[in-house]
């Protein structure tokens, strides 16, 4: 059974940091490319990072960049985001996925709240 489970999500005062983790189960986690994105109330989910199999490409969305940090580690079948210096606008559900050839897994998703 595949399943992408994220964690780490919460409440954070504006210019704090989190870390999310999504733990990968159930397909050959090293094969696939990785991705965080994010949908805010009222707006479309966005791509927010990118990783290659390997973790050796990146990409990030313009608005994060030199922010956050995508990363993992295959041995642990997990991706990470380091997310600092967050603003209110980013309070958002944060989403990993999955993605080989035509093979697609999401998470369910953890909420992120910036807020004083």
């Known amino acids: 059974q595949v399943q992408l489970v994220e964690s780490g999500g919460g409440s954070v005062q504006p210019g704090g940091s989190l870390r999310l983790s999504c733990a990968a189960s159930?397909?050959?986690?090293?094969?696939?490319?990785m991705s965080w994105y994010r949908q805010a109330p009222g707006k479309e989910r966005e791509v927010v990072a990118q990783?290659?199999?390997?973790?050796?490409?990146?990409n990030y969305a313009d608005s994060v960049k030199d922010r956050f940090t995508i990363s993992r580690d295959n041995a642990k079948n997990t991706v990470y985001l380091q997310m600092n210096s967050l603003k209110p606008e980013e309070t958002a559900v944060y989403y990993c996925?999955?993605?080989?050839?035509?093979?697609?897994?999401w998470g369910q998703g953890t909420l992120v709240t910036v807020s004083s």
């Open positions: 990783i290659s199999t390997t973790g050796i490409i990146t």
């Open positions: 996925k999955a993605r080989w050839r035509n093979r697609e897994y």
């Open positions: 159930g397909f050959p986690f090293s094969n696939y490319s």
